[in-house]
């Protein structure tokens, strides 16, 4: 599959058949997951893989009672050794655990895509019961579940904004394109070419 592809498969899936995932495709997942960047290549990452129906049970009512978490064949629970962090980072930690699972989760996602695999990323949840469901010590803090199963439905076109309200150039606001920046595709495109129009 091409990359943007994958990217295009990939959607938040919250209905699952029975069909289980393969243990050599939980690895490959996990082994690109620890592929990700990450604070000081400290790897304070930690993934707890959960099959037990009881133990899932257990979490989707940690994450705020989305029972429908429960079809999924995995979750994979991302936990980092918040406390390691620290001895390197102070203030900073929590944010950089924060987005060390997150691009974990990322890669773990678009994996799971590549693999014919759907998926869902959850961080509503109760910290303190999720601790306890997944026996973290004090060190570790949770930061995110992702279902992964088979998907009842394929991913739709996703409904995202045009790339023209989130691109500025040089300054946030400045929706000017300098000649030698890139092109924006579509009507942002056309936008940036008169308002260039008026600077030269
Ligand atoms: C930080 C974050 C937290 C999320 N938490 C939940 C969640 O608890 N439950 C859920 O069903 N989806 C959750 N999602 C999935 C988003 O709702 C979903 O990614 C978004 O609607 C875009 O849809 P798409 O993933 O299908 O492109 C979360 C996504 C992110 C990035």
């Given at each position: 599959?091409?990359?943007?592809e994958?990217l295009?498969?990939?959607y938040?899936?919250?209905?699952?058949?029975d069909?289980?995932?393969?243990?050599?495709?939980?690895?490959?997942?996990?082994?690109?997951?620890?592929?990700?960047?990450?604070?000081?290549?400290?790897?304070?990452?930690?993934?707890i893989?959960?099959?037990?129906?009881?133990?899932?049970?257990e979490v989707?009512?940690a994450c705020?009672?989305?029972k429908?978490m429960?079809?999924?064949?995995?979750?994979?629970?991302?936990?980092?050794?918040?406390?390691y962090?620290?001895?390197?980072?102070g203030?900073?930690?929590d944010?950089?655990?924060?987005q060390?699972?997150s691009l974990?989760?990322?890669n773990?996602?678009?994996t799971?895509a590549?693999?014919d695999?759907?998926s869902?990323?959850i961080?509503?949840?109760d910290e303190?019961?999720?601790r306890?469901?997944?026996?973290?010590?004090?060190?570790?803090?949770?930061?995110?579940?992702?279902?992964?199963g088979?998907?009842?439905?394929?991913?739709?076109?996703?409904k995202?904004?045009?790339?023209?309200?989130?691109?500025?150039?040089?300054?946030?606001?400045?929706?000017?394109?300098s000649?030698?920046?890139?092109?924006?595709?579509n009507?942002?495109?056309?936008?940036v070419?008169?308002?260039?129009?008026?600077?030269?």
């Amino acid at each position: 599959m091409e990359f943007k592809e994958i990217l295009n498969r990939r959607y938040s899936c919250k209905s699952y058949n029975d069909k289980e995932v393969k243990n050599n495709d939980v690895i490959q997942i996990l082994e690109n997951a620890i592929l990700a960047p990450n604070a000081g290549n400290l790897q304070a990452w930690r993934f707890i893989i959960i099959r037990n129906e009881e133990k899932k049970q257990e979490v989707s009512i940690a994450c705020l009672q989305q029972k429908w978490m429960n079809q999924a064949s995995i979750f994979i629970a991302i936990a980092e050794d918040l406390e390691y962090v620290k001895l390197h980072y102070g203030k900073r930690s929590d944010l950089y655990c924060a987005q060390d699972s997150s691009l974990a989760a990322s890669n773990i996602m678009s994996t799971a895509a590549s693999l014919d695999l759907d998926s869902c990323f959850i961080s509503a949840f109760d910290e303190g019961m999720l601790r306890n469901a997944l026996s973290l010590p004090e060190n570790l803090k949770p930061y995110c579940v992702i279902t992964i199963g088979y998907g009842n439905k394929k991913s739709e076109e996703k409904k995202r904004r045009s790339l023209y309200d989130f691109v500025s150039f040089n300054t946030y606001g400045n929706k000017i394109q300098s000649k030698n920046s890139f092109s924006l595709k579509n009507k942002t495109k056309k936008l940036v070419k008169k308002l260039t129009k008026h600077t030269k």
